[in-house]
T-cell receptor, first 115, second 115 residues
Framework: EAQVTQNPRYLITVTGKKLTVTCSQN?????MSWYRQDPGLGLRQIYY???????DKGDVPEGYKVSRKEKRNFPLILESPSPNQTSLYFC??????????????FGPGTRLTVT | SQKIEQNSEALNIQEGKTATLTCNYT??????LQWYRQDPGRGPVFLLL?????KEKRKERLKVTFDTTLKQSLFHITASQPADSATYLC??????????????FGTGTKLQVIP
């Protein structure tokens, strides 16, 4: 089954404790992306990756890191989480051809709470 | 600055009527625009993609128009049903800081279809 998986689904942590949210897709997609979703602010892009070793900042990259060492995986790293990073996080993947990022497949989401 | 606006936060319509949702953008020149559906607590699901040279696209009860002069897309659901109740998001591409193409989402319109 074609899917994007994220782990963990729920996480409660404390300020400053480094964490990683994993994302994996089994569709051989080139394009992968991380979003956060907050009430009233919608879905905002954190980082995206065009392919292995190619990443770029989205609209809200501060406080986050990513890496793309393998095509299927795109982990999101919070080196020193703060309460303002409490949010619902989504990973997505997509094919990309001739300059068009086609339909994005989204993971189930990770609800992160930083106290 | 670049901005994507979706007509209203919430839209209530009677079952059987046509729902029309609006997506307006400023300071973008998107090559294409996408519409997604999102149910509470779940990741968005792709519905339709329309390119800048296409005026209209249809899929079953869904119809999307794209007017690059008005910088607007309209999303129609005909013969609406309570099961269509969800939040609908438009998304379009833009140049990222690294010169790559990123995808930006509007804040969404929550549609409620009343039986």
């Amino acid at each position: 089954e074609a899917q994007v998986t994220q782990n963990p689904r729920y996480l409660i942590t404390v300020t400053g404790k480094k964490l990683t949210v994993t994302c994996s897709q089994n569709m051989n997609h080139e394009y992968m992306s991380w979003y956060r979703q907050d009430p009233g602010l919608g879905l905002r892009q954190i980082y995206y990756s065009m392919n292995v070793e190619v990443t770029d900042k989205g609209d809200v990259p501060e406080g986050y890191k990513v890496s793309r060492k393998e095509k299927r995986n795109f982990p999101l790293i919070l080196e020193s989480p703060s309460p303002n990073q409490t949010s619902l996080y989504f990973c997505a993947s997509s094919t990309r051809t001739s300059g068009v990022t086609y339909e994005q497949y989204f993971g189930p989401g990770t609800r992160l709470t930083v106290t | 600055s670049q901005k994507i606006e979706q007509n209203s936060e919430a839209l209530n319509i009677q079952e059987g009527k046509t729902a029309t949702l609006t997506c307006n953008y400023t300071n973008y020149s998107p090559a294409y625009l996408q519409w997604y559906r999102q149910d509470p607590g779940r990741g968005p699901v792709f519905l339709l993609l329309i390119r800048e040279n296409e005026k209209e696209k249809r899929k079953e009860r869904l119809k999307v128009t794209f007017d690059t002069t008005l910088k607007q897309s309209l999303f129609h659901i005909t013969a609406s049903q309570p099961a269509d109740s969800a939040t609908y998001l438009c998304a379009l591409d833009s140049a990222g800081s690294g010169g790559y193409q990123k995808v930006t989402f509007g804040t969404g319109t929550k549609l409620q279809v009343i039986p």
